[in-house]
């Protein structure tokens, strides 16, 4: 069974980074692609970032693209979304997903089967 669990949200000003957190149990991530995927008050959840098990892909939504960056590190079992120049439009809970039934980050939303609780990302003045 897959436990992931988020964390690093917060509340922050505009401009500012944070980075979240995806740590796993009882499996080890590096065999799963993983996908950070976001939900803001009365939007469907949807995805923005992807890294692949083998690390050779990473996807971006266009939201996203230069702003953040997702990277794994197998040692520590986490997987890691670093967010630099947040706007307001970022505000939204971040889960990450874990699938091992689809590779090369070219699983929908659907295909994901194990999710985190989710962390809760503010971004205000």
């Known amino acids: 069974q897959v436990h992931l669990v988020e964390s690093g949200g917060g509340l922050v000003q505009p401009g500012d980074s944070l980075r979240l957190s995806c740590a796993a149990s009882g499996v080890a991530l590096e065999h799963y692609d993983i996908g950070w995927f976001r939900q803001a008050p009365g939007k469907e959840r949807a995805g923005i970032s992807c890294?692949?098990?083998?690390?050779?892909?990473?996807t971006y939504h266009d939201s996203v693209k230069g702003r953040f960056t997702i990277s794994r590190a197998n040692a520590e079992n986490t997987v890691y979304l670093q967010m630099n120049s947040l706007n307001p439009e970022d505000t939204a809970v971040y889960y990450c997903?874990?699938?091992?039934?689809?590779?090369?980050?070219?699983?929908?939303?659907?295909?994901?089967?194990?999710w985190g609780q989710g962390t809760q990302v503010t971004v205000s003045s």
């Open positions: 890294i692949s098990s083998n690390d050779g892909i990473t």
């Open positions: 997903a874990a699938t091992d039934t689809v590779s090369d980050c070219e699983g929908s939303r659907s295909d994901f089967d194990y």
